[in-house]
T-cell receptor, first 119, second 112 residues
Framework: DADVTQTPRNRITKTGKRIMLECSQTKGHDRMYWYRQDPGLGLRLIYY???????NKGEISDGYSVSRQAQAKFSLSLESAIPNQTALYFC??????????????????FGPGTRLTVL | GNSVTQMEGPVTLSEEAFLTINCTYT??????LFWYVQYPGEGLQLLLK?????DKGSNKGFEATYRKETTSFHLEKGSVQVSDSAVYFCALSVYNTDKLIFGTGTRLQVFP
């Protein structure tokens, strides 16, 4: 079974609709992330959460909101979808446990992605 | 600021050819550097990483050396296979955080 799962895997919706993308993980990691991938732009961070009560905006949070329902679940919502939100969305996890004293990020583990099309 | 620049693709090679994908970075502090790979229809997987200057990360025949003097982390493989066809992303960690900054990705196509 996959450690990081995303639902749905594909979604087509219309402008103005509310959409929720869900991410679940069985890795026991405390940190979770949402990215979007666009051709030629790489991955850009939308929101990240270091713990259930710690949620932070990333590089491109406008038009999105998130909810960390439990340590294992992190949902991304588009309150009113627009066509330029058409993209591939990835959830990722990481853990602070076992980090070296000097810090630096730990490896992030990605889900399989959700392809969202907004018409 | 922090940023990653990698060569544009696609890179097209014949099987058993030598591969180099260039990656340079700008960063404050002491970032860790990563190469992630994305196979068709899948999410990103960590390929290799290096956490300090002169470290060499290696995995599956790929390797990259953290060069602080040239701010580079070029990916190399001596003999590519068709199964290596994928998109490769260079990334750095923002110092003392878990945030990753990604390059735009380089598509590699290997033909038999």
């Amino acid at each position: 079974d996959a450690d990081v799962t995303q639902t749905p895997r594909n979604r087509i919706t219309k402008t103005g609709k509310r959409i929720m993308l869900e991410c679940s993980q069985t890795k026991g990691h405390d940190r979770m992330y949402w990215y979007r991938q666009d051709p030629g732009l790489g991955l850009r961070l939308i929101y990240y959460s270091f713990d259930v009560k710690d949620i932070n905006k990333g590089e491109i949070s406008d038009g999105y909101s998130v909810s960390r329902q439990a340590q294992a679940k992190f949902s991304l919502s588009l309150e009113s979808a627009i066509p330029n939100q058409t993209a591939l969305y990835f959830c990722a996890t990481s853990t602070t446990r076992g980090l070296a004293v000097l810090g630096g990020t730990d490896t992030q583990y990605f889900g399989p992605g959700t392809r969202l099309t907004v018409l | 600021g922090n940023s990653v620049t990698q060569m544009e693709g696609p890179v097209t090679l014949s099987e058993e050819a030598f591969l180099t994908i260039n990656c340079t970075y700008t960063a404050t502090g002491y970032p860790s550097l990563f190469w992630y790979v994305q196979y068709p229809g899948e999410g990103l997987q960590l390929l290799l990483k290096a956490t300090k200057a002169d470290d060499k990360g290696s995995n599956k025949g790929f390797e990259a050396t953290y060069r602080k003097e040239t701010t580079s982390f070029h990916l190399e493989k001596g003999s590519v296979q068709v199964s290596d066809s994928a998109v490769y992303f260079c990334a750095l960690s923002v110092y003392n955080t878990d945030k990753l900054i990604f390059g735009t990705g380089t598509r590699l196509q290997v033909f038999p």
